[in-house]
Nanobody
Framework: QVRLTESGGGLVQAGGSLRLSCSASGRTFSDNAMGWFRQAPGKEREFVASISWNGGSTMYAASVQGRFIISRDGAKSTVYLQMSTLKSEDTAVYYC?????????????????WGQGTQVTVSS
């Protein structure tokens, strides 16, 4: 069974940092683009960041550009999201996703596999 599992969420003060991790099991995603999305209460799921299969291309939402960094360890099929200078508006459930393509993408319907999510809460 293919599974993506997020970890690293929690409660942090505004201005602080967190590092999210997403590990894959059941298959390798070394040839697949992966991404992070988030969903705040009462809002739709939104794109955060995406990374191509080899890490050579990344994409970011404007709201996180310059504050978040997506990276991956291909050998481990693990993707990370380093979040810095966190703001209260970053509070959301963060989801890891993988798609059956090597290219990064910002649209959620292009992703085929999803994790269960990890809660990030930023207190002001």
């Amino acid at each position: 069974q293919v599974r993506l599992t997020e970890s690293g969420g929690g409660l942090v003060q505004a201005g602080g940092s967190l590092r999210l991790s997403c590990s894959a099991s059941g298959r390798t995603f070394s040839d697949n683009a992966m991404g992070w999305f988030r969903q705040a209460p009462g809002k739709e799921r939104e794109f955060v960041a995406s990374i191509s299969w080899n890490g050579g291309s990344t994409m970011y939402a404007a709201s996180v550009q310059g504050r978040f960094i997506i990276s991956r360890d291909g050998a481990k099929s693990t993707v990370y999201l380093q979040m810095s200078t966190l703001k209260s508006e970053d509070t959301a459930v963060y989801y890891c996703a993988a798609r059956n393509s090597p290219a990064a993408d910002w649209t959620s319907n292009q992703y085929n596999y999803w994790g269960q999510g990890t809660q990030v809460t930023v207190s002001s």
